[in-house]
Structure formats: C-alpha cells, structure tokens
C-alpha cells in the first residue's frame, strides 16, 4: 500500500519458557514435545512459536514451572516473550 505505514507483526507465542529454566534445563519438557520445537538457547531452552502445535505436553512436564502460554507468563517475566521472539529472528 502506496504510503501506508506497513504494521510488524508480532507472532503469538503459543508457549514461552521463563527465568526458572536458566541453569536448569531439564530435558522432560523436550521429551515430551510431539513437534520437537523446543530448542537449546544456551542458558535455557525456547519454544519456536511457528514450529509449536500449542498441545501444552510441554507445561506439565516442566519440572520447575518454566513454561506458560503467552498471555499467562507471570509479571516480570515478560522479558522472556520478547528473548523468544529474538531467539526466533522474529
């Protein structure tokens, strides 16, 4: 569109890891994961958002409670919405 500002969209992250997977990193919740979107990041894992299936086999096999649907990542955990999406390239 001639002179229209184009919007970034923002992908929905199905399922984002959180701060209590850092040095952790249990494997449970990759055993678990039907599509294998789940990926090493270094410190923690990341749930790639257009591989994921949003099944949630991966939230209850977090030992540590890491994992939540976007819209449900605890305050002050927000940061990791954004580190998923940059992980990701997105």
């Given at each position: ?5 184009a ?52 939230v ?12 449900d ?18």
């Amino acid at each position: 569109m001639a002179g229209a500002t184009a919007a970034r969209h923002t992908v929905n992250m199905p399922h984002v890891i959180t701060s209590p997977c850092i040095g952790t990193k249990d494997q449970a919740c990759t055993e678990v994961c039907p599509v294998e979107c789940i990926y090493d990041a270094g410190e923690m894992f990341l749930i790639q958002p257009d591989e994921c299936i949003d099944c949630g086999a991966c939230v209850p096999a977090c030992p540590v409670s890491a994992i939540f649907p976007e819209e449900d990542v605890p305050a002050g955990e927000e940061e990791y919405i954004v580190k998923n999406r940059a992980f990701f390239g997105l």
